[in-house]
């Protein structure tokens, strides 16, 4: 089964920049869609962003568009999620999340397989 460890937050001012990476084992990163989601305190999960390389498919939430750039490293099987220009509503723990069955929507009821979260605060 495929398995995914996610990795690279932390405390960032507002402005500032974070890489968070995503790293996959039991599969091919391309051959299946990899997909980002936060969590904000009280809030309900949100979908940011997606990969499918074997259809060249990027998917971007409204939030994060024009900020966030995710991209794949096929070398180390690992998909990384730049996060530029950082907000203070941008705080949440950030989810990796893959199936090969996904179409890469963004939207958690697609994705079976879920690293286990990294926690992202942006405050001055």
């Known amino acids: 089964q495929l398995q995914l460890v996610d990795s690279g937050g932390g405390l960032v001012q507002p402005g500032g920049s974070l890489r968070l990476s995503c790293a996959a084992s039991?599969?091919?990163?391309?051959?299946?869609?990899i997909a980002w989601f936060r969590q904000a305190p009280g809030k309900a999960r949100e979908g940011i962003s997606c990969?499918?390389?074997?259809?060249?498919?990027?998917n971007y939430a409204p939030s994060v568009k024009g900020r966030f750039t995710i991209s794949m490293h096929n070398a180390e099987n690992t998909v990384y999620l730049q996060m530029n220009n950082l907000r203070p509503e941008d705080t949440a723990v950030y989810y990796c999340?893959?199936?090969?069955?996904?179409?890469?929507?963004?939207?958690?009821?697609?994705?079976?397989?879920w690293g286990q979260g990294t926690q992202v605060t942006v405050s001055s």
């Open positions: 999340a893959a199936d090969p069955r996904s179409t890469c929507n963004i939207v958690d009821e697609d994705y079976r397989f």
């Open positions: 039991g599969i091919a990163v391309e051959r299946v869609a």
């Open positions: 990969i499918r390389p074997d259809n060249a498919r990027t």
